[in-house]
């Protein structure tokens, strides 16, 4: 059914705080089966965001719903359809791992055996057993947010709804949960933020990059790298030229979008950074390249490195979210 | 549908038995109960309690030579005015603070349900808390221990009344907690709140009320716990009594839900 193909469908969507427009005339959609991943900067809106779509919050214009079921008429029935995990996994510190699983499951009509095979199955899909008698006010971060996403999970819901599920994990626990989300994004449809590029490339079927509260951008993540594709960067070390003397030359070379040359520690060696205009054509990039080369032969500097970057996710969102002038 | 008149009084406790019986509610209340007791709080709470009753009943029993609980319950408004706060402090502060609020209400519940869980699981925490004092019209009772003669219909009444200011200290408590993330400002918000209407019953505000209006002076006497509270202690069920509880409790109640929605 073409409704039910639609887990997410926001129209317009504003929530203000005051004066504040957290939420500014959203509108995107989150298909079933995807894995979308929602960036950007911190205090951007995704918390906010999430919170119109778990009915936490109301919004003050626009619709939502969530598989076909408005969150103005009808909130407790759309929080049958998702899962939620808010930001820093919050859990009641004094309860055991299995009595808040339990509480949980009471809590979402489930009793008895089905219960108890809802639980196993969490537990076993979070990699809970270790821990399961244990004491929530004694896990690690890594743990909170496994019993955090294994509530989310234990109704088998539509959607899941994770605000920044890697946040506060060292770089193990980050990989563990990753691994986590890809594997239950096989059979679930999940939304996630965060204000880490590198996960969104790594785990995500389209990325929504969200700043000040409205949407910048909206696309698979190889899509989003290709509308700046024909951007490329290129990077070069030398020793001989001053830092202003190299930027003046470079940024006289055609197609080129932005220079910036950084005197690097060691002495004399500058790294110069070459972003191509948004104008220019796919071969631009190899073409500065080699009149950089050329121009150092010339002038006898001494060359060190030389290579053309594909531009990263953290470079379209940088975009994206206009603050392309940093690097 | 209220349609005969008998109905007024079934719709209501046909309403009341509906929310004690609603899953969601009871799962809420079972476990809160879980957390009073799976912490020292609980505990503190009730040995505080019981220590400090006690100790000024029993000081001046022997001196007395009756065997009555009277002077027992004559301890409770002041005494439920301190601990009620304390006991209904942690209900909504500690969620705001853990941050477990945001887990609770996105579960498939409504705020009514939540709240009346939390106000049921301190209301049995209050009737555990006075059932741990029944050793003493034991003892009064007993002839092994004291062999006095209570009047066990008045020792009765007495802790009904005690429930019932516990049920209304409890509403006015939760709200406060309602209000806040700190369980410290929950408290005292809870007994200011729970002092006015203790207030409203004491004498010294009663006779400046009067100086002004007599008829005001009886209005404010009804309107505090004091006056409820004697009347039921005395051992008449006045359905006055009852309507008065439940309605100071309901009212607050209802300003509890306000605020938990208030928060979107």
């Known amino acids: ?327 | 549908m209220i349609e005969t008149k008998s109905d007024l009084w079934t719709a209501p406790i046909i309403r009341v038995y509906r929310i004690l019986k609603d899953p969601t509610v009871r799962s809420v209340m079972r476990r809160e109960l879980g957390a009073y007791f799976n912490t020292p709080i609980g505990y503190v709470i009730i040995a505080f309690f019981l220590l400090l009753t006690c100790w000024f009943y029993v000081d001046d029993l022997f001196l007395r030579g009756t065997a009555e609980m009277r002077q027992f319950f004559d301890l409770m408004p002041l005494f439920m005015l301190i601990f009620i706060p304390a006991i209904s402090m942690r209900l909504w502060a500690e969620e705001r603070k853990l941050g477990t609020m945001e887990v609770l209400l996105t579960l498939p519940v409504k705020a009514w349900q939540v709240v009346m869980g939390k106000y049921l699981a301190g209301l049995v925490f209050i009737v555990i808390m006075l059932a741990l004092s029944l050793h003493l019209p034991l003892a009064l009772a007993s002839k092994s221990i004291l062999a006095g003669n209570p009047d066990l219909g008045q020792v009765a009444a007495g802790y009904a009344g005690a429930i019932v200011l516990g049920m209304i200290y409890l509403a006015i408590g939760a709200f406060a907690s309602a209000l806040t993330a700190d369980q410290i400002v929950a408290f005292i918000i809870g007994i200011s709140f729970s002092f006015v209407f203790f207030l409203m019953g004491q004498q010294g505000v009663l006779a400046w009320v009067r100086d002004w209006s007599p008829f005001a002076a009886d209005l404010v006497e009804r309107f505090g716990v004091g006056y409820h509270f004697q009347s039921i202690t005395r051992g008449v069920l006045d359905t006055r009594d009852i309507i008065y509880a439940f309605t100071v409790a309901g009212l607050f109640l209802f300003l509890n839900v306000l605020v938990v929605e208030r928060r979107r």
């Open chain 1, 1 to 327: 059914m073409a409704a039910a193909e639609l887990l997410v469908d926001v129209r317009h969507l504003v929530k203000t705080f005051g004066p504040l427009r957290a939420v500014d005339d959203l509108t995107f959609q989150v298909r079933r089966g995807e894995i979308v991943g929602l960036l950007g900067p911190n205090g951007a809106g995704k918390s906010t965001i999430m919170k119109v779509l778990t009915c936490y919050l109301v919004a003050d214009g626009g619709t939502a719903t969530v598989a076909g079921v408005s969150i103005d008429t009808d909130p407790v029935e759309v929080r049958r359809h998702i899962g939620y995990l808010p930001e820093n996994a919050p859990l009641y510190t004094e309860m055991r791992v299995s009595e808040s699983l339990k509480y949980v499951a009471r809590m979402h009509d489930l009793k008895g055996a089905k219960a108890k095979e809802r639980i196993d199955w969490a537990v076993q899909a979070c990699g809970l057993e270790p821990k399961y008698l244990s004491n929530i006010g004694t896990l690690s971060r890594g743990f909170r947010q496994r019993v955090g996403l294994a509530q989310a999970v234990l109704h088998d819901p539509d959607l899941l709804i994770l605000d920044e599920p890697t946040s506060g994990l060292d770089p193990i626990q980050i990989i563990e949960i990753r691994k986590l989300i890809g594997e239950i994004g096989k059979t679930k449809t999940v939304f996630f933020s965060t204000h880490i590029m590198q996960e969104v490339e790594a785990v995500c079927s389209r990325a929504i990059i969200i700043n000040r509260g409205k949407l910048a951008a909206d696309g698979a993540p190889s899509e989003l790298k290709a509308s700046l594709g024909k951007e490329q960067k290129v990077v070069a070390r030398l020793r001989g030229p001053t830092s202003l003397e190299l930027e003046k030359l470079v940024g006289a070379f055609d197609s080129v979008g932005a220079v910036s040359v950084q005197n690097l520690p060691n002495d004399n060696w500058v790294e110069c950074n070459v972003r191509m205009s948004s104008s220019a054509s796919g071969e631009a990039a190899m073409a500065t390249s080699e009149k950089l080369y050329r121009l150092c032969k010339e002038k006898d500097w001494t060359m060190q490195e030389l290579k053309i970057e594909a531009l990263t996710m953290e470079d379209a969102f940088l975009k994206a979210t206009g603050h392309e002038k940093l690097k």
